[in-house]
């Protein structure tokens, strides 16, 4: 079964800062996709980025951008110039390609002081 | 398109008693998929359906929760009778896999969540 394990239960930055989120994952499969999920105090689930196994490009959103390290499983988040409205709990997710099935990490909460 | 809707945002129930929660996928997609968040286990997928029939409840916890979609435009997870132990966020959420991305302006594979329904068992 997969698991993914974000180390971070908690991280708080100051504004403008940029902060990086860690996330594992344990997978014996090779086509799967990674994503970030960001869920504001609203708890509205939001896609914040997604990258695909097979892309070696690391993906970017703007001022959002990853780490995927294949081979030592780990997919972290880097927040650029982060700002207030940052502020959120962030997922990890794991989903083997075909499966529809979302697995999440226990999550790590942010906050961005002004 | 307005999202995914759920109903009711906010629930509270004694134990016991029944509860039914709603769910209005985006027009189109074609899965759907029911999460349980709680602070001791996180995100929990219980089950999904793909066009309307259930494809994976492994995650349901037990007989008192069932599902059902009835059509591709509504769901239902109904927990009878309710424990306190229920009370958690469920989310719904819907997506379409498509084998061009291009079709869609949108990513394949992305599940768009709903607001969630607060379940309270006193």
């Known amino acids: 079964a997969q698991t993914v394990t974000q180390s971070q239960p908690e991280m708080s930055v100051q504004e403008a800062e940029t902060v990086t989120l860690s996330c594992t994952y344990d997978?014996?499969?090779?086509?799967?996709?990674l994503f970030w999920y960001k869920q504001p105090p609203s708890r509205q689930m939001i896609l914040v980025i997604r990258?695909?196994?097979?892309?070696?490009q690391n993906a970017t959103e703007n001022r959002f951008s990853v780490n995927f390290q294949k081979a030592a499983k780990s997919f972290s988040l880097k927040i650029s110039d982060s700002q207030l409205g940052d502020t959120a709990m962030y997922f990890c997710?794991?989903?083997?390609?075909?499966?529809?099935?979302?697995?999440f990490g226990q999550g790590t909460r942010l906050t961005i002081n002004p | 398109d307005a999202g995914v809707i759920q109903s009711p945002r906010h629930e509270v129930t004694e134990m016991g008693q029944e509860v039914t929660l709603r769910c209005k996928p985006i027009?189109?997609?074609?899965?759907l998929f029911w999460y349980r968040q709680t602070m001791m286990r996180g995100l929990e997928l219980l089950i999904y359906?793909?066009?309307?029939?259930?494809?994976?409840d492994s995650g349901m916890p037990e007989d008192r929760f069932s599902a059902k979609m009835p059509n591709a435009s509504f769901s239902t997870l109904k927990i009878q009778p309710s424990e306190p132990r229920d009370s958690a966020v469920y989310f719904c959420?819907?997506?379409?896999?498509?084998?061009?991305?291009?079709?869609?302006?949108?990513?394949?594979?992305?599940?768009?969540f709903g607001p969630g329904t607060r379940l309270t068992v006193t």
């Open positions: 959420a819907s997506s379409l896999v498509l084998p061009n991305v291009g079709e869609t302006g949108g990513l394949p594979y992305e599940q768009y």
């Open positions: 997978t014996s499969e090779s086509n799967y996709y």
């Open positions: 990258q695909e196994a097979y892309k070696q």
């Open positions: 997710a794991f989903m083997t390609q075909g499966a529809q099935k979302l697995v």
């Open positions: 027009s189109g997609h074609d899965y």
């Open positions: 359906f793909n066009n309307n029939v259930p494809i994976d």
